[in-house]
């Protein structure tokens, strides 16, 4: 082989290589809002936590429901519930650093701007879970007499139907006919559902709305 074609063949390979992933540095992908995380400032009472707890003689039922919105972003107060089905509820201690978490969440948070709300890794052991059933009820028993915080988030699915225009077209007397097709449409929500609740002292069961 001649040496400018062999010459040709090293810088092609070498061109080729580096156009397939293997440069020496990577951009990093725009973001028009780069993430923000925000934590509770309350530092966290693992003690205070644990406590709270602890098995206790109250059993905690409840559901899960939420509605859909009307056009002003509102819950439309008539319209049917739509039950949590099959949906993991989360129950924390209210303690100070979760109350602070709580309150960071419904002021703070922006998931349009990618700005989240987190709990501290150790912080989040501190916890119960419970599965809601197909209705979107739930049950933890052996509460202890106090406040906790509930959430959830719920994804459900609302349908429609329109007509379609296709064309248009002419008769054999000169009138225009307009032609449309029947569509169906499917649109994905998820909405978040948190709730403080308290169970007082001397309940053997509490019931309660997570919506």
Known sequence: MKPKALAFLVLFFTIGFSMTGFSQYKQKEYEKYPEVRIFPQTPFDSLAAKSALAEGTTTLTGVAFTKPKNGFGFKAPLANRIYANHIEVILFPSTPYFVEWMDL??????????????????????????????????????????????????????????????????????????????????????????????IEPGKSEVKVKLK
């Not at 879970?129 to 459900?156: A, D, Q, R, S």
């Not at 009138?175 to 929500?189: A, E, L």
Request: hydrophobic share 20%.
């Open 105 to 198: 969440k419904k002021h703070k948070e922006n998931l349009k701007k990618n700005k989240i709300v987190y709990v501290d890794s150790v912080a989040y052991r501190y916890r119960l879970t419970c599965e809601t059933n197909g209705v979107g009820e739930f049950t933890f028993p052996k509460m202890k007499p106090g406040k906790y915080i509930l959430l959830g988030t719920l994804p459900w699915t609302n349908y429609g139907s329109y007509n379609k225009y296709e064309g248009s077209g002419y008769n054999n007397y000169g009138g225009q006919t307009d032609y449309y097709s029947r569509q169906n449409y499917s649109v994905s929500h998820s909405d978040f559902l948190m709730q403080e609740i308290e």
